[in-house]
């Protein structure tokens, strides 16, 4: 059964920093991995897709990794801005299911 | 495309109440999903169908939940007898058919259960 954990559970950093963020899976049989950002008390929007053969995706400042053989990857965050606060998750896809299991999320808050 | 909708984005009832919410997925995605978000926790997934096909269902849809998305389109999730552990917020999130897809999600709809 696939289990999906993010470290650290919150951050709190000042603007400008570069940071990481962790997601690690048990199962390293995964078709992809996705992370998404979630805004209080709204939906989540994807920030960058992994299929199991790529190894990292970039999107702006951010940048992801995955690492299958040793069930973790990072969210990768550039010169970070208060509008970065959020929570950050990331979610697995296993080949032997369509549904995504998350994890419990990273909260981000950047302050000026 | 405005996106994934979600109606209504808050309901309060009473336990022991049903309620049901509707998601309205992009209009070419033919796969539409159900998750159930607690405070703190990720989203885990209920159910998602492909077209009209519910294809798979979790162990967390107990008898009193039901969904359907009966042309293919917009579907609707029913909880019956609600108690107060079904307080949640529940997102809806559609995708083309493929695991390769991104799955795009709605707002949510946040239930409270008093």
């Known amino acids: 059964k696939q289990e999906v954990t993010q470290i650290p559970a919150a951050l709190s950093v000042p603007e400008g920093e570069n940071l990481v963020l962790n997601c690690s899976f048990t199962?390293?049989?995964?078709?992809?991995l996705q992370w998404f950002r979630q805004d209080p008390g709204k939906g989540l929007t994807s920030l960058l897709l992994i299929q199991s053969s790529q190894r990292e995706q970039t999107s702006g400042r951010l940048n992801a990794s995955l690492d299958k053989s040793s069930g973790r990857s990072t969210l990768y965050i550039a010169a970070s801005q208060p509008g970065d606060s959020a929570t950050y998750l990331c979610a697995a896809l296993s080949y032997n299911t369509d549904k995504l299991i998350f994890g419990t999320g990273t909260r981000l808050q950047v302050f000026p | 495309d405005t996106g994934v909708s979600q109606d209504p984005r808050h309901k309060i009832t009473k336990r022991g109440q049903n309620v049901t919410f509707r998601c309205d997925p992009i209009s070419e995605h033919n796969r539409l999903y159900w998750y159930r978000q607690t405070l703190g926790q990720g989203p885990e997934f209920l159910t998602y169908f492909q077209n009209e096909a519910q294809l798979e269902k979790s162990r967390l849809l107990s008898d009193r939940f039901s969904a359907e998305r009966p042309k293919g389109s917009f579907s609707t999730l029913e909880i019956q007898r609600t108690e107060q552990g079904d307080s949640a917020m529940y997102l809806c999130a559609s995708s083309l058919e493929g695991r390769q897809e991104t799955q795009y999600f709605g707002p949510g709809t946040r239930l409270l259960v008093l």
């Open positions: 199962d390293s049989a995964i078709y992809n």
